[in-house]
């Protein structure tokens, strides 16, 4: 005789999920127990807001999961509220739409709900729920700066890893050509970005569709990470500040780099001598291999990264952008960085 058990299943926020119940969840999938404290119980960045959900069953086990970044989203001049979604998991024995009920849920806490790239469970949900799916978004860029960071840019290009690494020649420099501008323009290197240039980011005028992200949100995901560290290389013309390239690496490994270009203006041009500048200072610090993520609506930042000698990469990352309603007009995000969704820490694991 076979008999059947019915388990009960909630939808709940984040909010009333007991932390040691997402940590025995998330840590399943390989996180660290540091960087989920950080990720989704960090107070000053919440700020009351919902930073997931999950389904329960009624002996109260996480079944699925998925995050959610809360974030500012620049739609022609007017500000909306966003968020980007992650860590989308669920048990390898439960079944049901779980991840339609999530998404369901999360568009209750926000009105446009976005994911770049992701996994095979993300990409097939995604793909059927998306009001936008853009599959070729996000471009990814690498320069080089040391013999090792060419030795990886090239095992990228590649599909058969037979490039050798020798580690007499992977710490030799390789050149960098020398910034110039006929602005009066200086830079400065800080370990933070300040609250007040930051906010001078976000307040610029655009008339396009862009993330914007404040000095709260910029200081959470770059200053607070247990896992990654770097600093911001702050531009002006003259007394103005023009921008700002902030740059960072995993704290257990200086060869690999990010960066992210934020200009005050709507173009780049006046942060070419900063852009210069901060790559010889990772260069200088021990840097291999430089990464920007773009996007490939960005021709003024794709054109600038071409110029200072960034290839790119011919994987993409696809854009899906979810709404409440469905009269709302949605366009791609014209800009993409490293500082969307959770990309800023995870940096791929490198065999040298």
């Not at 019915?6 to 040691?20: F, Y």
């Not at 996180?31 to 000053?44: L, N, P, R, T, V």
Request: proline share 6%; with cysteine.
């Amino acid at each position: 005789m076979h008999y059947t058990i019915v388990v009960s299943i909630v939808i709940e926020p984040l909010s009333k999920i007991p932390v040691s119940a997402l940590h025995a969840f998330l840590s399943g999938h390989g996180h660290d127990a540091a960087i989920i404290d950080w990720k989704y119980y960090d107070s000053d960045f919440n700020r009351s807001r919902e930073r997931g959900f999950a389904c329960v069953d009624d002996r109260g086990r996480l079944l699925s999961f998925i995050g959610l970044i809360p974030f500012t989203v620049m739609r022609n001049g007017k500000a909306v509220d966003a968020a980007w979604s992650c860590d989308w998991y669920r048990a390898l024995d439960a079944s049901g739409p779980l991840g339609v009920m999530l998404i369901q849920h999360s568009l209750k806490a926000y009105p446009l709900i976005y994911s770049l790239g992701g996994g095979e469970m993300t990409k097939a949900i995604m793909g059927r729920l998306s009001r936008v799916t853009v599959p070729t978004a996000g471009l990814e860029l690498y320069k080089p700066v040391r013999i090792g960071g060419a030795v990886c840019a090239l095992r990228k290009a590649t599909t058969v890893n037979v490039i050798p690494s020798v580690s007499a020649v992977n710490n030799i420099r390789l050149p960098i050509r020398e910034p110039k501008s006929k602005e009066p323009i200086a830079v400065q290197f800080v370990a933070s970005l300040p609250a007040a240039f930051g906010e001078s980011l976000t307040t610029r005028p655009v008339d396009a569709h862009v993330p914007a992200y404040d000095s709260q949100y910029l200081r959470w995901l770059l200053d607070r990470c247990p896992s990654t560290t770097g600093g911001a290389c702050l531009v002006f013309c003259g007394e103005e500040p023009i921008g700002a390239v902030l740059f960072w690496h995993p704290v257990t490994d200086r060869r690999f780099w990010r960066i992210s270009v934020l200009p005050c203006r709507s173009n780049y041009r006046m942060l070419e001598v900063a852009i210069v500048k901060t790559i010889r200072h990772i260069r200088d610090s021990g840097g291999w291999l430089i990464s920007l993520l773009a996007s490939r609506l960005d021709v003024d930042l794709l054109e600038l990264a071409k110029r200072n000698g960034f290839y790119r990469s011919t994987s993409r990352r696809p854009l899906y952008i979810l709404t409440r309603s469905s009269e709302d007009a949605v366009q791609e995000l014209e800009q993409l960085s490293y500082l969307d969704t959770d990309y800023a820490y995870r940096f791929p694991t490198v065999d040298m």
